[in-house]
């Protein structure tokens, strides 16, 4: 590592920053993962395409259209602008990700980002996205939504046991798929890749054929007008409007996913710098022609009132029943598949992170790779949490509560890495990174991350159709945020304060290769 760049980074971030001349532990392994992982460097170019494409493009656009259109009260233009919003957010942050991702190639991804950056008060935004991350490393819109679009390939009627049960079953298979083989799993993933991929270009000559051709040659009436493009069927408040911004941007979610497992990914700098702008590319080309088609094909009503198939739907009216109903419905439930195969694997990569912080109970023995070389326990974790959700919550309406809790946090650790961005910038103006993101971008990304935090607040309760008498969601995710505040308090502070302690961490190699960190307390006295 002979870049000065890196240099500058590994003396005045990791050594001073973070104070890990606490620990036996080489300041250039933390910073570039330049230490091999025990799954070792695996995955390529189209490798990474895959993991960003099938952790974007799952259920969301074939689910949530219906959504996002009820809550920019079933107004075209409105419709528009949110998707745009969210499209602006994921393009910047995308390249926030990767100046980041390029100066700390290492598994981790927010997590890495923010703990280097806001690295004071010690360990507590490792403490506040660690807790978070498990807490909520399950998977749950997808398989449901897979089970429904199956289901309905088949003619069978959609109940919600049947769902449930189809949801269940796809998501052991795929966590027993991740668990068993890590060479395995990815291949499955790249294989899916190729349908997902496949389905973007549909998509894409769906809008060009719906659009640019004469509806005596389609046969499918274009609905869409001037004047009702501009209009809106029901009133639009700043928090449905926001709630519109949410469930965009969760159906957009996963641009910044792909930094989760770097340590696995050949020459990341050179890998992610193609593999990400691309797979936004093909990603949005898709988004934006099923968009144009569902506000044009559809009626206000059709497209307001069909739910979680709004995909099927519109297939079936543009492409009849056999191909669009019936082919392209299966592939939408094959690329949803896809979608919980790299959720599945993400979600664990980012526990098995977690686990490797040493700061919650029984670290050592979930962060193990044992006995195949996969995060296994991370997956059995992932694999219970979601079979509990699936079991337990009564409706869909609970699907959309929990999911909405999840996804308001997340605005929220991107609202800060936009920030980090900046403050990394300021505070070393002489460190250039290989990958360079707008500032102008960085600043757009915290302006709409702060309106879409401060807006559910104002108005009409936010929470999803069937929870409006729950409690707000937005306030459940800040009790759970000040939880893990607590966490860290009783744990680095409280604690050590009664105990007369400091933690130190030192650095372990497992038996599978692995490194962990484990907590020492060391007496107060013996710093003097």
């Known amino acids: 590592m ?5 240099k500058k980074l590994d003396s005045t971030i990791v050594e001073r920053e973070l104070g890990l001349e606490l620990e036996s532990h080489d300041s250039h392994t933390f910073l570039l993962g330049s230490k091999e992982s025990p799954q070792g460097r695996h995955l390529g170019i189209y490798s990474v395409m895959v993991l960003y494409i099938s952790r974007v493009v799952g259920s969301g656009i074939f689910a949530t259209g219906s959504v996002i259109f009820e809550s920019c009260g079933r107004s075209p233009l409105m419709f528009a602008l949110a998707w745009a919003i969210s499209y602006t957010v994921a393009i910047c942050g995308l390249y926030i990700y990767l100046e980041l991702g390029s100066l700390i190639p290492r598994s981790g991804g927010t997590k890495v980002f923010l703990e280097l950056i806001f690295n004071k008060p010690r360990m507590l935004m490792t403490v506040i996205f660690s807790v978070y991350s498990v807490a909520f490393g399950f998977c749950i819109s997808s398989p449901l939504v897979f089970g429904e679009y199956f289901l309905r390939t088949f003619d069978l009627a959609v109940t919600g046991l049947r769902t449930r049960a189809l949801a269940i079953g796809f998501v052991t298979l795929t966590c ?7 060479r395995h799993g990815v291949m499955m993933q790249n294989v899916l890749g190729v349908m997902k991929i496949g389905l973007l270009v549909v998509l894409l000559l769906t809008g060009i054929w719906v659009i640019g051709f004469p509806t005596s040659m389609t046969g499918v009436e274009n609905t869409l007008t001037w004047e009702r493009f501009h209009q809106a069927e ?3 408040t700043i928090a449905s409007f926001s709630n519109a911004i949410i469930v965009s941007s969760f159906t957009l979610a996963g641009w910044n996913m792909g930094h989760i497992s770097s340590n696995e990914v050949k020459d990341p700098v050179r890998t992610y710098k ?13 988004y934006t022609a099923i968009n144009v088609c569902y506000v044009s094909v559809l009626t206000p009503t059709e497209f307001a009132e069909s739910g979680n198939l709004s995909g099927s739907v519109l297939f079936e009216k543009v492409y009849g029943v056999h191909f669009g109903k019936r082919f392209l419905t299966f592939s939408v439930a094959m690329c949803t598949a896809s979608n919980i195969f790299v959720v599945i694997y993400s979600v664990s990569r980012m526990s098995q992170e977690v686990f490797r912080e040493g ?6 023995f979930m962060a193990s790779n044992k006995p195949f070389g996969t995060p296994l326990r991370s997956i059995c974790l992932c694999l219970f949490l979601s079979v509990t959700i699936l079991v337990l919550a009564p409706s869909g309406g609970v699907y959309g509560y929990i999911v909405s809790i999840e996804g308001y946090p997340v605005q929220l650790y991107t609202l800060f890495t936009a920030l980090g961005l900046i403050i990394l910038r300021r505070r070393y103006p002489e460190t250039k990174a290989p990958i360079r993101a707008s500032v102008i971008g960085a600043g757009l990304v915290v302006i709409i991350m702060a ?3 401060v807006s559910p607040f104002c108005g009409g309760n936010p929470n999803p159709k069937g929870t409006e008498s729950w409690i707000s969601y937005p306030l459940v995710s800040i009790t759970l945020i000040f939880l893990y505040v607590l966490y860290w308090l009783v744990m680095f502070k409280l604690m050590p304060w009664i105990g007369r302690y400091k933690l130190v961490s030192e650095t372990l190699e497992l038996d599978d290769g692995l490194t962990i960190k484990k907590w020492v307390q060391v007496p107060q006295s013996y710093f003097g």
Request: proline content about 11%.
């Open 2 to 6: 002979s870049d000065p760049t890196y």
């Open 274 to 286: 193609i593999a990400g702008p691309l797979s936004m590319l093909l990603i949005l080309l898709g």
């Open 176 to 182: 027993m798929f991740h668990a068993v083989s890590t």
């Open 234 to 236: 029901k009133p639009v």
């Open 359 to 364: 700061v919650l109970p029984f670290s050592v």
């Open 451 to 453: 309106y879409v935090l």
